[in-house]
């Protein structure tokens, strides 16, 4: 039985993806097209009707939530990206054309944490020794850009540990990566992926993850926690986002099929090699995630005076 979620807009099952700024992870935006592009073929399959992904960069994901914010409710067009357009910039432009209130969470769907590296002439071997050399001098920490999440990690380990570190954005993952592996920064924290093979070449030396888990791809790196610094915890959150008007029953029809499609073998696949955590979050508990997100962020902006123009 073909089910009827309204009059498409755009197109049918329109699925703008946020993405975009230059201070934005490459990897996270290349994960969130694989994600949208696995998910719009499994809905398709489920619900009997054609999904598209239209990619909307620009403005770290502004251009694209702004698109899905003034869509009609109906459950066609939705947003797939990172938490990054509700969770920081909110506390970073000094404007928007939307606000986080403009949407309700269809799904959380995964989460990935972050890979803090460095180059192997620093001589640091583990956590305690970055801090311990981070409180005697200057720490160049490489970023995808400012805003981004790396940059947000580097700004909670200079307020948790007092460390002398200093957030050297550049546009993008990749780029980032490469000042490490070269020595023109001491180190950075960056997207697993783009970091691993360069550590299992023994040319980056990895000390810890991120995330509240240990990475599938790497699970000889301890977690911020496991070194003793539970506060450096941070994750990218995944999410699928409707117009906040979207009716309930909408919403629970998009769950349903979200949390199938992630079911499914292949796609439960791609998460691991994207180094991501399955999470389908629904309702209140994604709300909370995001909310949660956001306030820690908005403290660490607020006390380090971060923006964007």
């Not at 066609?76 to 309700?104: E, M, Q, W």
Request: charged share 20%; aromatic share 4%.
């Amino acid at each position: 039985m073909r089910r009827h979620l309204g009059r498409p807009r755009a197109g049918p099952g329109q699925l703008p993806r946020q993405d975009g700024a230059d201070h934005q992870q490459l990897s996270a935006r290349r994960a969130s097209d694989i994600i949208a592009r696995s998910i719009a073929a499994e809905l398709q399959k489920t619900l009997k009707q054609s999904f598209i992904v239209d990619n909307k960069p620009g403005a770290s994901g502004n251009i694209g939530a702004d698109v899905v914010a003034k869509s009609e409710p109906d459950g066609y067009t939705l947003l797939i990206g990172i938490d990054t357009a509700f969770t920081v910039n909110p506390h970073i432009y000094k404007s928007l054309a939307f606000k986080p209130a403009d949407f309700r969470p269809v799904m959380v769907m995964a989460s990935s944490g972050l890979l803090v590296g460095v180059h192997p002439k620093t001589g640091i071997k583990t956590l305690a020794d970055l801090i311990a050399a981070g409180q005697k001098k200057n720490i160049n920490f490489a970023s995808a850009g400012s805003g981004s999440p790396g940059h947000l990690a580097v700004e909670m380990m200079k307020e948790d540990t007092g460390m002398k570190i200093t957030q050297i954005p550049y546009k993008g993952n990749s780029p980032a990566v490469n000042a490490v592996l070269s020595g023109e920064v001491d180190g950075g924290v960056l997207a697993t992926p783009g970091m691993l093979p360069f550590v299992k070449a023994g040319k980056i030396g990895a000390l810890a993850v991120t995330s509240r888990r240990r990475s599938a791809l790497a699970p000889d790196i301890p977690t911020v926690a496991e070194a003793g610094h539970k506060n450096l915890e941070q994750e990218v959150l995944y999410v699928a986002m409707a117009p906040a008007a979207t009716p309930d029953a909408v919403v629970r029809t998009l769950q349903k099929a979200f949390a199938d499609a992630l079911a499914q073998p292949d796609v439960k696949q791609r998460l691991v090699d994207l180094d991501l955590f399955h999470e389908g979050l629904t309702g209140a508990a994604a709300s909370q995630r995001i909310a949660e997100l956001s306030q820690r962020y908005e403290r660490v902006i607020r006390a380090t005076g971060m923006h964007v123009e």
